[in-house]
């Protein structure tokens, strides 16, 4: 079964949008919450990634929110471009493995 | 520099063949996996290596084998090929083997099964 369940599916914004999606998790034993992005035709790629341990993390345009008592963390693209269009990935491990979730096709419009 | 690299890219083969995947990385790293993504882009672990040593196998059906010759590469070879096995295969490595460290993907093979 699924660990990790992503949402949306899939999220259409304007140039400069902020799209957000969310991540849920059951397994308390996770410790790390990485974010990949993957475009077309590519492997996914490390965005960024945070450890429950803090509640928030940026990295340029990309925010990470986690809550660790909901057990659920978010990413915030800021002032969204059309050149991060891509699907992007949530996982959690626990030092075994990563699992990740369903993937988010996010596009940009100019 | 390509850091982790598959070949082939493209593989279109007919059901019932045996077909093998190659993949390289050159960071030094001591750990490689096999994912494979479906149609709907779901990612899902299969096996993980580790110095050469399997250290995670996800429930695959053995026509999948792994094999390491050494620590810089990791290849996959699938006998008796299904239609189910159509998807995007990724090699993947990191420094150190478990989830929590950063994870470098190849290019992906997409493997098409007539």
């Known amino acids: 079964q699924q660990q990790v369940k992503q949402s949306p599916q899939s999220l259409i914004v304007q140039k400069g949008g902020i799209p957000i999606i969310n991540c849920a998790y059951e397994?308390?034993?996770?410790?790390?919450f990485p974010w990949y992005q993957q475009f077309p035709g590519k492997g996914p790629a490390l965005l960024i990634a945070i450890r429950p341990d803090v509640s928030e993390k940026k990295e340029g345009r990309f925010t990470i929110s986690f809550n660790k008592s909901a057990k659920q963390f978010s990413l915030h693209i800021m002032d969204s471009q059309p050149g991060d269009s891509a699907t992007y990935f949530c996982?959690?491990?626990?030092?075994?493995?990563?699992?990740f979730g369903a993937g988010t096709t996010v596009t940009v419009r100019a | 520099d390509t850091a982790v690299s598959q070949t082939p890219k493209y593989l279109v083969t007919q059901m019932g063949n045996d077909k093998s995947i190659k993949c390289e990385q050159n960071l030094g790293h001591d750990t490689m996996y096999w994912y494979k993504q479906d149609s709907k882009k779901f990612l899902k672990i299969m096996f993980s290596?580790?110095?050469?040593?399997?250290?995670i196998n996800e429930t695959v059906p053995n026509r999948f084998s792994p094999k390491s010759p050494d620590k810089a590469h990791l290849n996959l070879h699938i006998n008796s090929l299904e239609l189910g096995d159509s998807a995007v295969y990724f090699c993947?490595?990191?420094?150190?083997?478990?989830?929590?460290?950063?994870?470098?993907f190849g290019p992906g093979t997409r493997l098409t099964v007539l």
């Open positions: 996982a959690a491990s626990n030092d075994y493995k990563l699992s």
């Open positions: 397994n308390t034993a996770f410790d790390y």
């Open positions: 993947a490595s990191s420094q150190v083997a478990g989830g929590s460290d950063t994870q470098y």
């Open positions: 290596y580790n110095n050469k040593e399997l250290i």
